[in-house]
């Protein structure tokens, strides 16, 4: 049976996707991202990813049926020595919508990342509280984002490709639904039954430098 990694870039509706790929399955879900306090953010040398760790938790769950998640685009690097490994991730085309979310749920310091199904009222007022918030996002925060982002695409470019592997686009799964016939998923779309929904548009209102900030990632 084929070990399924599911690699998430942050704010790509990967929350939503991997509950309907667990549930599809009738898989139990081992997120890695605990071992290492992650917040849904890109991986980097300084955040201490321990592969150590990793396969420590990875091995407590040997031969359930088990789906592994993690924002950390690091552990690429050693899922080979898994059995037939299926590689899905997860990702946004919008970079600059995707940054201005990511830094949005940054800035919550936990106390928000999606407005959840199961959770709705408590959630949503959690959200709209937040973007009463107004930011001015300093440009060194975008580059360090940007070449965040380019790392993980650099590693994603050379491991993956050993692999059964697969992108799944936040935009997708918003409008036209998204078919996975690695997996026999078929019309996976993001609507307003999900675990997690979609969020209404805010960003040129909360961001004080929209334009600027729309600027300089056409720069880079």
């Known amino acids: 049976m084929s070990t399924i990694w599911i690699i998430r870039e942050p704010r790509s509706g990967s929350t939503w996707f991997t509950e309907q790929v667990a549930k599809h399955l009738g898989f139990d879900h081992c997120f890695l991202d605990s071992i290492t306090g992650g917040l849904g953010i890109q991986s980097d040398p300084n955040l201490g990813f321990d592969s150590s760790a990793v396969l420590s938790k990875i091995n407590r769950f040997s031969g359930t049926k088990t789906i592994y998640s993690t924002h950390f685009f690091n552990v690429l690097q050693i899922i080979d020595r898994y059995d037939d490994p299926i590689v899905i991730r997860c990702a946004r085309r919008n970079t600059l919508d995707q940054f201005l979310s990511y830094y949005l749920i940054k800035t919550a310091n936990h106390r928000f990342t999606n407005i959840n199904s199961n959770r709705q009222q408590a959630t949503q007022e959690q959200f709209d509280k937040l973007v009463e918030s107004r930011f001015l996002i300093p440009k060194k925060d975008l580059i360090d984002y940007v070449f965040a982002k380019r790392r993980d695409e650099e590693i994603w470019n050379e491991f993956a490709p050993k692999f059964k592997n697969f992108t799944v686009y936040y935009e997708d799964l918003c409008e036209n639904g998204v078919d996975i016939p690695l997996l026999n998923m078929y019309n996976c779309k993001i609507d307003e039954n999900g675990y997690t929904q979609k969020l209404p548009d805010y960003k040129t ?13 056409s720069e880079y």
């Open 205 to 217: 209102k909360v961001f004080l430098n929209y334009d600027m900030i729309q600027k300089w990632i």
